[in-house]
């Protein structure tokens, strides 16, 4: 799954909308987030389970603020944080462990597109669904592995539409650290270990 997808996933995004992105400093949601101000996002937020993550998608993007998923009410924080609106789209890669607290989170008409399962399948019993009706959300869900090669190509061709972005500086890769790949198993600790900040490298020679 790439940001890209994800944008073009959720194609009811308008200049103006305010977006949220889990696991803010994963690579693909550090793309998100630089692609999203250049969409004219009004605002852009990152969900963590570690604050120095949080802190750190604040200090490097300028981004309007994050919220820590290991702390209970999120999603009501979430909403003191926008003045009671709301966030118009949430990507999220999380799934059952971020699903309530979505919703709790999202704008009226707002969108959730799921990407992922990382945070589990299974709802808990006392999930409260009835927002789905009070404020009309729109909850989505894809993969980039069932796509075929054709939807795939498609999709990695509108990247080209950034290259300038990216020889301006204004779109950029953010690399916690390059290894040899002969210590991919330190890589993998690393990675483990969810203290990392952008993309693992480990370089064949």
Not at 71 to 78: F, H, I, N, S, V
Not at 110 to 129: D, K, Q, S
Not at 149 to 162: D, I, N, R, V
Request: net charge neutral; with cysteine.
């Amino acid at each position: 799954m790439t940001a890209t997808q994800a944008l073009h996933l959720i194609g009811a995004f308008k200049p103006g909308d305010s977006v949220l992105w889990h696991a803010g400093a994963s690579s693909v949601s550090i793309a998100g987030i630089q692609l999203s101000k250049l969409a004219g996002a009004s605002a852009v937020y990152v969900t963590s389970r570690t604050p120095d993550k949080v802190k750190w998608c604040v200090d490097t993007f300028g981004i309007a603020g994050g919220f820590d998923t290991t702390k209970k009410g999120w999603g009501e924080e979430a909403q003191k944080a926008t003045g009671g609106k709301g966030i118009d789209v949430i990507v999220d890669f999380m799934g059952a462990s971020t699903f309530a607290d979505n919703l709790k989170a999202a704008a009226k008409d707002g969108r959730i597109a799921n990407l992922g399962l990382m945070g589990g399948v299974n709802l808990p019993a006392e999930t409260n669904i009835s927002l789905f009706l009070a404020k009309r959300l729109r909850y989505e869900g894809s993969s980039l592995r069932s796509r075929d090669e054709k939807y795939q190509a498609e999709l990695t061709g509108k990247l080209e539409g950034y290259l300038e972005a990216f020889a301006k500086g204004d779109l950029e890769v953010k690399v916690e650290k390059v290894f040899d790949w002969k210590d991919v198993v330190k890589a993998h600790e690393l990675l483990e270990g969810n203290g990392t900040k952008g993309k693992v490298v480990c370089v064949i020679s």
